[in-house]
């Protein structure tokens, strides 16, 4: 199956700092998606990103699926953005016949004030 | 507004209970999941569903069975609780090319 990496694996930060998250994944995929679990527990989904750039206010995703790797980008981090942040890819070969979501073991970011 | 709902939000049970963990969407998504997590840490597909009166076990080995009979609901049960179930549960839906939706979470504690 498909092998996702995500680097690094834990991040500090001060407030303000910027910061890039990466995920490197092993074959091509038609869907990849962010996501961020907040210190409750809560996942919520960034970015439904197979190709290309988008941005939602401070936070923005670029996926180049050639090249097999996401970034995220983090700007202006707040102390709210803290958490773990999961990508995952789409494996038409992991469990039923349509493939399941493959998640990376996440980065682990902390901001602090 | 669509969503997704779980319930309890937290549950702490005896060994040898019964227990459902319940999931509803109101996006009439055609998949759902169950992922079983410590805080954090990977997250494990346990049982997954592609449509009404169709249900699979995910990749992590687990002594809980689901039942998909209504579209909207995806409940979990476990029929006798141990401590090693102690974990969060989280119940996602999605539809083909569309993005994942996660519950809130139920976090079990079995003592």
């Known amino acids: 199956g498909i092998q996702v990496e995500q680097s690094p694996p834990d991040l500090i930060l001060q407030e303000g700092a910027n910061s890039t998250l990466r995920c490197n994944f092993s074959?091509?995929?038609?869907?990849l998606q962010w996501f961020h679990q907040n210190p409750w527990g809560q996942l919520i989904n960034l970015f439904y990103?197979?190709?290309g750039t988008k941005q939602n206010g401070r936070l923005s995703a670029t996926t180049v699926a050639t090249e097999r790797y996401s970034l995220l980008y983090i700007s202006s981090s707040q102390t709210t953005d803290s958490g773990v942040y999961f990508c995952?890819?789409?494996?038409?070969?992991?469990?039923?016949?349509?493939?399941?979501?493959?998640f990376g073991k996440g980065t682990k970011l902390s901001v602090k004030p | 507004e669509a969503d997704i709902y779980q319930t309890p939000r937290y549950l702490v049970i005896g060994t040898g209970k019964k227990i459902t963990l319940e999931c509803s969407q109101t996006?009439?998504?055609?998949?759902m999941y169950w992922y079983q997590q410590d805080p954090g840490m990977e997250l494990h597909l346990i049982h997954y569903?592609?449509?009404?009166?169709?249900?699979e076990k995910g990749d992590l080995s687990s002594e809980s069975t689901v039942s998909r009979i209504r579209t909207e609901h995806f409940p979990l049960t476990l029929e006798s609780a141990r401590p090693s179930h102690t974990s969060q549960y989280l119940c996602?839906?999605?539809?083909?090319?569309?993005?994942?939706?996660f519950g809130s979470g139920t976090r079990l504690t079995v003592v």
């Open positions: 996602a839906s999605s539809s083909t090319g569309r993005r994942l939706t």
């Open positions: 074959d091509s995929v038609n869907n």
């Open positions: 990103i197979p190709s």
């Open positions: 995952a890819v789409h494996d038409r070969n992991y469990g039923g016949s349509q493939g399941n979501l493959i």
């Open positions: 996006m009439g998504h055609d998949k």
């Open positions: 569903s592609y449509g009404v009166n169709s249900t």
